[in-house]
């Protein structure tokens, strides 16, 4: 007996390696190819799909496990810090999209009830195609991420109030004047059922899980969990995504979420691609072949409204130029839970059968260029501050403060003020050296000064801020962002306006180094290399090799590593004392009873002046660059690096009482 569903399945796959192997050679966007792939599978193409709602019902499973892993990579306290760009940047985006297509298309004689629901439709973007690209790109901790993941997160929440006043829009065929009441109570419940779970419930049934041991015990527990939330939230009247996003924030606030995530990870890339490929499925070839250039050009129309209104709506928090082209471009296509809302509109009555065919060519014809327009979108940005622009619109609205040492001379310039830069400014202020912040959250940025800390906001990625904190006199530049293309403008920028500049950048992969050596930089800290290094002692480690013969080992490729990368460049070394070449790494294990135990790390790193932490390994996972107050317990495994020196004697405070 054949099943339907599995036949679509091996066609969907098959023609899928195909196309995107083809993808991969041309180097193009891997979402196109599934695009492709969906139209040429579909009923609009070669017809080869019969099962096309069993296949929308994985693809459904595809968003819910792609949001679920976002929210895993994002802690609940975080999303607390971005609760003004949620609040007023996505009001702003949403808000001012639907007034500008009302504007445009009520001057078109079209009925003010289809005017308005397009003008629903168009203010949405796709939070699956554009929280892919971020994630893969690694951009989640930068200010670009944050701000898209915060307008992307507002817009979501709106598609229910939208979908109670579709409804009753005029021209509706039925209307209903059912309360919006409960289901604001419902999403109130929800939330509390998610800040209660993440806080007490999950973490404790997650630790006696993890305890069995059991690896299927452990994916199928947290499957449960992210398609529990996600059923509640659809009950609540929310979309199955965002209540997938609200499961992985649960997740996060676990010690289990970097195992979780890695369970996740095969099962959300496999869905994943059913939700681009039914996409594509929708696409009609024939009225797009009948109206080519008229789809086209509403298409660039489209995009280039939603761009230069959601980079509007960026500038107007404060953020600097490059930060409002970034996210107006990321945000410029339409999103998949516009589908949802187009579907309700068409079965009202609302939307004609051809302005919906036209929206969901375009809409489709959007999401095959995000990827290619998230691509080329650092160049554009730049572009945009090559213009003679106002040096106040470049740097956003937060003016700079006044220099208050105009006389800078062999200082260090830090930029960026994560967990990285905190560490150096701490290790600068207690050799006494001279440094400089330039941070672009201006939350931080506000926060800082009022500690006294020589913070600036500004965008490192133009002259006129690297100009104004004396990049031209420092001794050193430290780069510690998590945005690749703009650490390659400023490394570039630093060395030019510099020749004289030692340039000290920390980076994520080891394929990033060899850009970033060619641009200028002299020291490369790459994550992934120290990352190994862990790995390999502990592969040592359990083939019970002493301990002091792994710290040899790692020793030594370390330091042969590191002359690997540094033989890329002929710079000289820095000769100031925050250089790394007399430094060491060393792993330690916290006993039971000694007095690490029950302290926070960042006691360690007062107590021990140039000691850093790099990372913290407990239970499941491995913590990198861990928060100050996290209280260090008996049997965590930490590594550190510092001075030689000061290594052993800091070593007794995990072993003795």
Same mark, same amino acid.
């Given at each position: 007996?054949?099943?339907a569903?599995l +036949?679509?399945i091996?066609?969907?796959?098959?023609?899928?390696v195909a196309?995107?192997?083809?993808?991969?050679?041309?180097?193009?966007?891997?979402i196109?190819?599934f695009?492709l792939t969906?139209?040429?599978a579909?009923?609009?193409?070669?017809?080869?799909?019969?099962a096309?709602e069993q296949?929308?019902?994985?693809?459904?499973?595809g968003v819910v496990?792609?949001? $679920?892993?976002?929210?895993m990579e994002?802690?609940? +306290?975080?999303l607390?810090k971005?609760?003004?760009y949620?609040?007023?940047?996505?009001?702003l985006?949403?808000?001012?999209?639907?007034?500008?297509?009302y504007?445009i298309l009520? &001057?078109m004689?079209?009925?003010?009830?289809?005017?308005?629901?397009?003008?629903?439709?168009?203010?949405?973007?796709?939070?699956?195609?554009?929280?892919?690209?971020?994630? @893969?790109?690694?951009?989640?901790?930068?200010?670009y991420?944050?701000?898209?993941?915060?307008?992307?997160?507002?817009?979501?929440?709106a598609?229910?109030?939208m979908?109670l006043?579709v409804?009753?829009?005029?021209g509706?065929?039925?209307t209903?004047?059912?309360?919006? =009441?409960?289901?604001?109570? +419902?999403?109130?419940?929800?939330?509390?059922?998610?800040?209660?779970s993440?806080? =007490?419930?999950?973490p404790?049934?997650?630790?006696?899980?993890?305890?069995?041991?059991?690896?299927?015990? $452990?994916?199928? *527990?947290?499957?449960?969990?992210?398609l529990?939330? !996600?059923?509640i939230?659809?009950? *609540?009247?929310?979309s199955?995504?965002?209540g997938?996003?609200f499961?992985?924030l649960?997740?996060?606030?676990?010690?289990?979420?970097?195992?979780?995530?890695?369970?996740?990870m095969?099962?959300?890339?496999a869905?994943t691609?059913?939700?681009?490929?039914?996409i594509?499925?929708?696409?009609?070839? %024939?009225?797009?072949?009948?109206?080519?250039l008229?789809?086209?050009l509403? !298409?660039?129309?489209?995009m280039a409204?939603?761009a230069v209104?959601?980079g509007?709506s960026v500038?107007?928090l404060g953020l600097p130029?490059?930060?409002?082209?970034?996210v107006?471009?990321a945000?410029s296509?339409?999103g998949?839970?516009s $589908?949802?809302l187009s +579907?309700?509109?068409f079965? *009202?009555?609302?939307i004609?059968?051809d302005v919906?065919?036209?929206?969901?060519?375009?809409a489709?014809l959007?999401?095959? /260029?995000?990827?290619?327009?998230?691509a080329? *979108?650092?160049?554009?940005?730049?572009?945009?501050?090559?213009?003679p622009i106002?040096?106040?619109?470049?740097n956003?609205?937060l003016?700079m !403060?006044?220099a208050?040492?105009?006389? =800078?001379? %062999?200082?260090l310039?830090?930029?960026?003020?994560?967990v990285n830069?905190?560490?150096?400014a701490?290790?600068?202020r207690?050799?006494?050296?001279? $440094?400089?912040?330039v941070?672009?959250?201006?939350?931080i940025?506000a926060?800082e000064?009022?500690?006294?800390?020589?913070i600036?906001?500004?965008?490192a990625?133009q002259?006129?801020?690297?100009?104004y904190?004396?990049?031209?006199? /420092?001794?050193?530049?430290?780069i510690?962002?998590s945005?690749?293309a703009?650490?390659? &403008?400023i490394?570039e920028?630093?060395? &030019?306006?510099?020749?004289?500049?030692f340039?000290?950048v920390?980076?994520?992969?080891l394929?990033?180094?060899?850009?970033?050596k @060619?641009?200028?930089?002299?020291?490369?800290?790459?994550?992934?290399f120290e990352?190994?290094?862990?790995i390999?002692?502990?592969?040592l #480690?359990r083939? %019970?090799v002493?301990r002091?013969?792994?710290?040899?080992?790692? #020793?030594q490729? &370390?330091?042969?590593?590191?002359?690997?990368?540094?033989s890329?460049?002929?710079?000289?070394?820095?000769? /100031?004392?925050?250089?790394m070449?007399?430094?060491?790494?060393?792993?330690?294990k916290?006993? !039971?009873?000694?007095?690490a135990e029950?302290r926070?790390?960042?006691e360690?790193s007062?107590?021990?002046k140039?000691i850093?932490?790099?990372?913290?390994?407990?239970?499941l996972q491995?913590?990198?660059s861990?928060?100050?107050?996290?209280?260090m317990q008996a049997?965590?495994?930490?590594?550190?690096m510092g001075?030689e020196?000061?290594m052993? @004697?800091?070593g007794?405070?995990?072993?003795?009482?």
């Amino acid at each position: 007996m054949e099943i339907a569903l599995l +036949k679509d399945i091996v066609v969907i796959f098959a023609l899928s390696v195909a196309v995107l192997l083809i993808f991969h050679r041309l180097r193009a966007p891997t979402i196109v190819g599934f695009l492709l792939t969906g139209i040429l599978a579909g009923p609009n193409g070669l017809g080869l799909i019969n099962a096309s709602e069993q296949v929308s019902v994985l693809a459904e499973i595809g968003v819910v496990l792609l949001l $679920f892993s976002v929210g895993m990579e994002i802690s609940l +306290k975080d999303l607390l810090k971005i609760k003004k760009y949620v609040l007023v940047g996505g009001s702003l985006q949403v808000t001012l999209t639907i007034l500008a297509v009302y504007a445009i298309l009520s &001057r078109m004689q079209i009925p003010s009830g289809e005017v308005l629901i397009l003008g629903f439709l168009i203010s949405l973007s796709s939070t699956a195609i554009v929280l892919r690209i971020i994630q @893969k790109k690694e951009q989640f901790d930068s200010i670009y991420g944050r701000t898209t993941l915060s307008i992307l997160i507002f817009q979501d929440l709106a598609v229910v109030p939208m979908m109670l006043i579709v409804p009753l829009l005029p021209g509706a065929v039925q209307t209903t004047q059912q309360s919006p =009441w409960p289901t604001v109570a +419902k999403v109130l419940i929800l939330i509390v059922l998610v800040i209660v779970s993440a806080k =007490w419930i999950v973490p404790k049934a997650l630790y006696h899980i993890a305890k069995t041991g059991d690896r299927e015990l $452990f994916l199928l *527990s947290i499957v449960t969990i992210c398609l529990s939330v !996600a059923w509640i939230s659809s009950l *609540s009247g929310l979309s199955l995504g965002l209540g997938a996003f609200f499961a992985g924030l649960i997740i996060s606030e676990s010690p289990y979420s970097h195992q979780a995530f890695g369970n996740v990870m095969p099962l959300r890339d496999a869905f994943t691609s059913f939700f681009f490929i039914s996409i594509g499925m929708l696409l009609d070839l %024939d009225y797009l072949l009948a109206n080519p250039l008229y789809i086209i050009l509403a !298409a660039a129309a489209v995009m280039a409204l939603k761009a230069v209104i959601a980079g509007l709506s960026v500038s107007l928090l404060g953020l600097p130029l490059r930060i409002s082209v970034l996210v107006g471009l990321a945000l410029s296509q339409i999103g998949e839970f516009s $589908f949802i809302l187009s +579907k309700t509109g068409f079965d *009202s009555g609302i939307i004609s059968e051809d302005v919906y065919q036209l929206f969901l060519d375009v809409a489709v014809l959007t999401m095959g /260029a995000t990827s290619i327009l998230m691509a080329v *979108s650092p160049r554009v940005a730049d572009g945009f501050l090559r213009l003679p622009i106002p040096h106040r619109l470049k740097n956003g609205r937060l003016p700079m !403060a006044a220099a208050k040492d105009p006389q =800078w001379k %062999d200082h260090l310039v830090i930029i960026g003020y994560g967990v990285n830069g905190r560490n150096v400014a701490l290790s600068a202020r207690s050799e006494g050296i001279a $440094f400089v912040i330039v941070e672009m959250d201006p939350e931080i940025v506000a926060e800082e000064e009022k500690k006294g800390e020589p913070i600036h906001f500004g965008d490192a990625s133009q002259e006129a801020v690297l100009r104004y904190v004396g990049i031209r006199s /420092a001794r050193v530049v430290a780069i510690a962002i998590s945005d690749p293309a703009a650490t390659r &403008r400023i490394t570039e920028l630093a060395r &030019r306006m510099n020749p004289d500049l030692f340039i000290i950048v920390r980076t994520r992969y080891l394929d990033e180094m060899g850009p970033l050596k @060619k641009l200028g930089a002299d020291e490369i800290i790459p994550e992934e290399f120290e990352t190994s290094m862990e790995i390999f002692a502990r592969v040592l #480690d359990r083939y %019970d090799v002493p301990r002091e013969k792994i710290e040899q080992y790692i #020793d030594q490729i &370390r330091l042969e590593g590191y002359e690997m990368f540094r033989s890329l460049s002929q710079e000289p070394y820095c000769n /100031a004392s925050l250089s790394m070449q007399s430094d060491i790494v060393r792993t330690f294990k916290i006993l !039971a009873g000694s007095q690490a135990e029950g302290r926070m790390v960042a006691e360690m790193s007062e107590k021990e002046k140039g000691i850093q932490l790099l990372a913290l390994h407990r239970d499941l996972q491995t913590i990198a660059s861990p928060d100050g107050k996290m209280l260090m317990q008996a049997d965590d495994i930490v590594v550190l690096m510092g001075p030689e020196d000061k290594m052993d @004697k800091i070593g007794e405070r995990f072993s003795d009482s």
